[in-house]
C-alpha cells in the first residue's frame, strides 16, 4: 500500500510539474538579434475549423512580390502529414523600428479571385504567419470571477468577416430569413506587434510575442501612384505613395471605410494590402514566451477541477472493486478447502468446477495473439511517447514533433508486438509462427494505411495541402515494410523460441458443457457495461483532445494526460477481471475473447462521444471534412480498442492464473 502511495504521489507530481515545463524544448537555443535587423516573417497554412481542410497560403493571390515560390521551409514528417506548407513572405520588420501604413502592394482582382476569397471568408479561414518560429496571435481579453481582465491568445486572424444582420434580440438572424446576402469585408491592413526582451548584461534582443490585429479599409489615393516604387514603403514618405486613408504619421482606424467584397461583381476589384509594425519591450522571458498561447483555452480551473474529480472517483472505485474481490476471493478459497474434507460425492461448484476448461484455447485464438501483440505494440509507444511528452520534449515550439515521435515509436516498438503476439500464439497450441508474425506486422498498420489512402485521395480532391504527396506515402511504405515488419517477426522469432506458457492446471480432453448463465451475466451486456467506467475517467480529457485536434488548439497539459491513461488501464484491468471473475463463476469459461471485448468496449463510447462532438461542437461546412473527420476518429477508436482490450486481457489472463494456481485440484 505504501508503494502504490508513493507511486501516485509521484505521478500527481509529475501532472503538477509537467505543465510548467512542457513549453520548453530542450536543446532548442534561443536566437539573440541587434537593433536594425531585417526580420522576414514566414506563413503557414489557412486553416479552418469547419472544413479540417488546410490550403497553401498563395492558394489565394496575395502580395507575393519578391517571394521564391518554389522555395519551402525543410518541414518534418509530421509538418508534412498535418498539411503545414512554409513560405516566405513580403512582409518585412526593421527590429526597434516602428512603421506606419507601409504598403505592400496594390493588386487588381477578376471576379474569379474575389469568389475564391469571398468562400474561404464564409468558411471561416485563418492565416497564420511566423516569426522566430512563434505563431502570430490575436489578443483576447477574459474577466475573471474577481473582476480582474486576463489576456489570452488566439493564434492567427480571419481573413475577413461576414457582417450578418441581428434581429431585436441581438442574434443573427438565420440564413432562410434573409431578405438580402450577407456583406463580405475583406482584412487588407494588418497592424503587428512585436514583444521583445532585451538583458544587455546576459544576451541581445529576444523576440518574445508576436501580435496582430486586423483592419478591413477601403484605401483611397487622389493622383496617380507608381505602386512599383511604394512596395514595402510608408506612405507619404517623402511625398509618395499618398494615401487619404493612413499615412506615415496617421494610423488606420475602425471608422475608415471597409473593404467590401462582391462576388456577383463583373469588373476587377482593386485591392491595396498595407500593415503597421510596433515594437513593445516586455518583461516577459524567452523561456516563458509559450505561456500565453498554451494558456490561452477557456476555462482552465474547470478542466483542472474535472480531472481531480475523475481521478478521485475512479481512485475510490477502484478500491472498492479491488476489496470486493480480495474479500470474495478469500473466502470462495477458503469454502474450497474445507470442501477437501468432505465426502467425495459432495458436488463442487462456483469458478473452481470450470478449471478442467477455463485455459481451453478459444474460438480464432490466433486473432486474439495478433490483436493483442498489436495491442501491446500500440501501448509501449504511447507509453514512451507520454514520457517524452511530459519532460517538454514534445512541445507546441516544434512543430509535427508529436506525430512524427508517435510513427517512430510504433515502428520500432514492433519487436514488443512480434514477441506478445507470438508467445500467445505458442499458449494457444498454434505452430505456425511466422504467419502469426505477419498478421501482426500487417494487419493494424494495413488497416490503417488503406483509410488514409482513401482520406488522402478525399483530401487531394479538394486542392488541399493536407494531402500528403506520394514521395511521403512511399516513405511511410518503406518505414511499415523495411523496419517495423522485420522488427514484428524478430520478436515473433525470440517469443516462439522460448518455452510455451505452462498453465496451472490442465485441460480436460472433453469440453464441459456450460449451463444456461443469468441474465445479468450475458456476454453482450457485460461487454458494453463494462466500457462504461473506463471511458467515464477519460471522458472530460478526451474533449480537450480533441478540441486541440479539431479546433486548432494548443495542448500540453501531458502530465494530467499520463495520470489519466494511468487511471483509465487500472479500470480497464479491474472492471474485466470482475466481469470474467462472475463469468467463472457461472461455469461459463469462454472468457478470452470476452476479456479482450469489455475493457477494448470503451473505444466504442469514445467513437459515439466524437459523434457527438462534431454536431456539438464543430461546424462542419463540406461533406468531405466531415469524411475526414470520421475516418480520423475510426482509426483513433481502434487504436484506443487494441489498447485497451489488450491491457485488459492480459491482467484477467494473470488473475486467472494465479486463483487457480492457489487451489489444489486433483
Known sequence: AATMRAALLGLALLAVLAPAAAFYLPGVA????TKGTVLNAKVEALTSVRTQLPYEYYILPFCNQGVNMESQEALNLGEVLRGSRIYDTPYTFKLGYDETCKVLCRRS???TDIQAFVLMIEEEYRSHFLLDNLPTAMSVFHETDDGETTKAYETGYPLGFVNTPVDEEGEEVAKEKLTEKPKIFLFNHLRFTILYHEDPNRHGIRIVGFEVEPFSVKHKYMNQVDWKQCLNKMAGLGGNCNLLTCSKDKEVNLSAEPMLLNPDKKDSTEVIWTYDVHFKSSPIRWSTRWDAYLQSADDAQVHWFSILNSFMIVLFLSGLVAMIMVRTLRRDFQRYEQQDFLEEGQEETGWKLVHGDVFRPPAMAGWLSVLTGTGVQLAVSSFILMVFACFGFLSPANRGALMQAALFLFVFMGMFGGYTSARLFRMFKGNRWKSNGLWTAMLYPGTVFCIFFVLNLLIWGQKSSGAVPFGTLFALLCMWLGISTPLVLAGSYFGFRKQPIEH??????????VPQ???FVDGTLNIIVGGVLPFGAVFVEVFYVLSSIWLHQFYYLFGFLFLVLVILLLTCAEITIVMVYFQLCCEDYHWWWRSFLTSGCCSLYLFMYSIYYAFSKLQMARSVAFAVYMG??????????????SIGFLCTLVFVRKIYAAIKVD
Open 30 to 33: 534561443p536566437t539573440d538579434y
Open 109 to 111: 482582382y477578376d471576379q
Open 504 to 513: 496451472p492446471v490442465r485441460t480436460n480432453q472433453i469440453p464441459r458443457q
Open 517 to 519: 448463465t443469468p441474465w
Open 632 to 645: 480520423y476518429m475510426l482509426i483513433i477508436s481502434s487504436s484506443f480498442f487494441l489498447i485497451t482490450g
